[in-house]
Structures are given as C-alpha cells and as structure tokens.
C-alpha cells in the first residue's frame, strides 16, 4: 500500500510539475503563540511552555479547483526553531467539521475562513492521540472574504489552535495570527513534512498517518524536491 500511494502521487506531481495534492496556494507568514501549561499538562515540552514562535503557512485547494468552485482546502504550518535551532514542526490541517466523525473527514469549501481546518488524522500528544484542529476566530458581524489573500489585504487573521481526543471536548493549546502573503510558485513552494518536521512528544500516529507520508515523499520525488 505505501508503495502504491508513493508510486501513484509521484506520476502525478511530474505530470503537475506541482505538488500531487494543494497544487496551488499563498505563503502567509505570521507568528504562533504556545498558550504554555494551563490546568492540565499535555505531556509534551513544547506543548506546556508558553512561547512564542515565527510561522511560515500555505493556504491552499487541494484539487486545484477554479476559484470559487468548492474544494478540499489546505493550511500547511511551519512553526520555525519549535524543536530548536533550525528544528521546525510541521502541522497539515484540511478542511473538516468538528463532530467526533466529521473532523477525519475532508469537507469542500468555497471560502477560506467559513470553517474548521483538522489534522483529519490523529497525533500522539504525551500519552494520548488526539486530533489537532485550526479554528478561524472572527469578529461578527464581518464577513469573511473567499480566499486568505483577499482577507490579509485587508486585516490579520487569527486563528485557535486546539487538540481533542475522541472522548474529550476540543481545548486549545495555542494562537496563530498571519499578517503578510507571499507568492508562491508552484515549482517552488515549501515542502512541509509533517513526519520528519515532528516533536517527541507532537507527532503523526497510527497506520493511515504512514500512508499519508509514503503519498507526500512521492510528491516530492516527481516534483523534484526531494
């Protein structure tokens, strides 16, 4: 099966001469903050310190959809220095609900902000595996405008990061506030890596996850990033 998902995603990010999957997007940058040890520890260093940390993000459609069409849509985190110097951790949210079954389901969207993004798989987080998801926090009545870049020309966007197992209520664990796009080409968009990009204590779980990164080294591979 890994083989398979490698082989089948390399084909296609060569014939796209773009990532497999969110062929498109925006580079955001912005800043993380680790809300640090509240009245219940997570089990994982970085998770319980309260800090505050550079971030690199990619908003993205996963199918590559005209604009304004529904798509599957993407946001890549790279939180720069989290293990270290020159150690970053990556987290891939998608567009999800947030029930305990619609969170591992990727759900369409027209619009950027009108939704939860979810790990749509579960992270080890100390002891436990629990789903990490992004949640848009926006003041009502305004409304959201369809793409990230359209929204960032116009205000910050402020994002709550938030961590739930199956049998838990979702509880947050730090904030995310993008401020500036970028472009980003295709041909040379950042390649995160939420496997290799990981914590001890922060890190994909369980067989599906492995599958999942199998399909992403593929991708890298005919695009030639890898």
């Known amino acids: 099966m890994r083989d398979t998902a490698r082989r089948a995603a390399e084909r296609v990010a060569r014939w796209r001469d773009a990532p497999a999957v969110h062929p498109t997007g925006v580079l955001c940058s912005g800043t993380l903050h680790v809300a640090g040890r509240g009245e219940r520890l997570w089990g994982e260093p970085w ?5 505050s940390y550079p971030a690199i993000v990619r908003w993205s459609h996963a199918l590559g959809t005209p604009r304004r069409l529904p798509d599957a849509l ?3 985190v790279r939180v720069e220095d989290a293990g270290g110097p020159d150690r970053p ?3 891939l949210f998608t567009s999800s609900g947030t029930s305990r079954l619609g969170r591992h389901v990727p759900l369409l969207r027209p619009d950027a ?3 939860a993004y979810s790990t749509l798989l579960a992270y080890r987080t100390g002891e436990c595996e629990r789903v990490l998801a992004a949640f848009p926090m926006l003041d009502p009545p305004h409304t959201p405008r369809p793409t990230l870049w359209q929204e960032l020309a116009c205000r910050p966007v402020l994002f709550r990061l938030c961590a739930a197992a199956s049998d838990e209520a979702w509880r947050p664990f730090a904030s995310l506030t993008l401020e500036v796009v970028h472009p980003a080409p295709a041909e ?3 390649s995160y890596d939420p496997v290799a990009h ?3 204590g922060l890190r994909p779980a369980g067989r599906l996850n492995r599958l999942r990164d199998a399909a992403y080294a593929g991708s890298r591979r005919g695009r030639g990033a890898a």
């Open 74 to 76: 993407g946001l890549a």
């Open 89 to 91: 951790l990556d987290l």
């Open 47 to 51: 998770l319980d310190r309260h800090a």
């Open 188 to 190: 040379t968009t950042v």
């Open 198 to 200: 990981s914590l001890p």
């Open 113 to 115: 902000l009108t939704g």
